[in-house]
Structure formats: C-alpha cells, structure tokens
C-alpha cells in the first residue's frame, strides 16, 4: 500500500454510527493478506455548522452526504504520521479544510499536505486538541465536553481490537498487542512511539479524572464504554510495572 492515497479511494467500511450528541464515527478495514485490519474515522460538529475531522477515511457518496451534514468539514486532524493516507484526497475535496496534526508530525504530514497549525484551533470551547504526554510531541487526542458528557477520542497509544477479521489481521493483532483481550498500548507503540512511559501513564491518570467520561474512541478497534476509566487507569499502572 502506498504511503497515502493520490484520488479517491473508498475501502471497505461499515455504517456511521452517531455515539453522541455531534459525534459521528465509522470503521473501516485496512486490506491485508488473509484478512483486514480495523481503522476508525470520527467526526465531530462544532460550533458555527463546521465539523472537525480525525483520522480522515474516504467513505461512500452516501456516508459523505452524512458527514457534511454534520457540519461543513473544515478541520482535518492527522493525529500522528502514520494516519495521513488519506489526509491529501480530503484537503482536494475540501480544499479550505485546516489541516491539523501534532507538532512531531508536523514534517512527515507535511509531505501529504501542508499542516496549518499544531495546536487547537477549532473555535469551539467543547472540543480540546490534546499533543499527547509522553510521545515526544507525536500523537494528537481530541477531548470532547458537552451536556455533561465527556468523550476522548484517542489514536495510536489505545487499541481495542477485540474483533480482528482474518487470519492476517488476528495474527497481526496478537503479534503487535493491539488490545485481543483487552485495551492496551499496542507494543509496537511503546517501542517506536512511547518515549516517556510515565508521562504517557500521567496523560491516561489524568483522563481517567474526568469523572463525565463516557467513552473512548480509539483508531484501532472498538469503542471503549464499559468503565473507561477504570480501563485508562488500568493502562497507567501497567505503564509503569
């Protein structure tokens, strides 16, 4: 596959499923050999009949059509160098999308599509662009507090691939830790991505605070609303073993 898409290029995906009031979220698959692997687009409405995208995936005509609903797509956040494959078809679609990726990622995202800031920018006080504790700058979170529900839209540091479809995708799965059994830093991320596991276990502690969360939303695998706390504070403590 290559390292980002140059058109339009719809990959399997299910059904947008709304989690929240203005939250949107899809999974898709990412084509291996003898099986898929999961990938999860989320979109978030902001004020002012905007949206903010992270984690783009190109989806069906009639998917779009849900998306822009949502809210004219007008932030695009890459939340680390390895989520930008179809960062460049997006800003071409909509070309006044703010391209947004963490200040670690700013260079290799670059190559796809120029980066307009680093740091917040949505002019939405509900949403928050968090650059992740302990990664060296190179992963982006979302926070999303509304109606006194909190939702954490997280990237590469959480997975929850409790459903791997296909030999490949479960070997792969197990090979890497991307959550089989339970949530987890996949051990690929800790050793290419992770570069101060306290401060990472710090970030988590401090999320699992938030005593209106919800949910966590990660790029890989399932929703995480079955005590997210408690799962956040569990990854902490085994951060730090």
Partial sequence: MTKFHEQWTVLPHGRIEEVDDGILTVEGDIPMPLGNFPRRMTAIGLSGNRSAIFSAMALKEPDMRSIEALGEPSFLIVPNSHHRLDARIWKQ???????????????????????????GVFGDTSVELVTVA??????????????????????????????????????????????????????????????????????FRAWAGDTQLQRIIVSHGDIIDNDPAGALRLLAAKLER
Avoid: W
């Avoid at 679609?93 to 680093?118: C, I, Q």
């Avoid at 507090?145 to 929850?160: F, K, P, Q, W």
């Fill in 134 to 203: 302990g990664t060296d700058e190179a992963e982006a979170a979302l926070v999303v507090s509304r109606n006194g529900r909190t939702t954490l839209v997280v990237n590469d540091v959480i997975a929850n691939v409790r459903h791997p479809r296909g030999l490949g995708a479960k070997i792969m799965a197990r090979l890497f830790g991307f959550g089989v059994k339970c949530p987890q830093v996949p051990r690929i991320v800790k050793r290419t991505m992770v570069k101060d596991k306290t401060a990472l276990a710090g970030q």
């Fill in 93 to 119: 679609r909509y070309p006044a999308l703010k391209v947004v990726s963490p200040p670690g990622a700013k260079e290799s995202v670059g190559e796809v599509t120029p980066v307009d800031a680093t740091f």
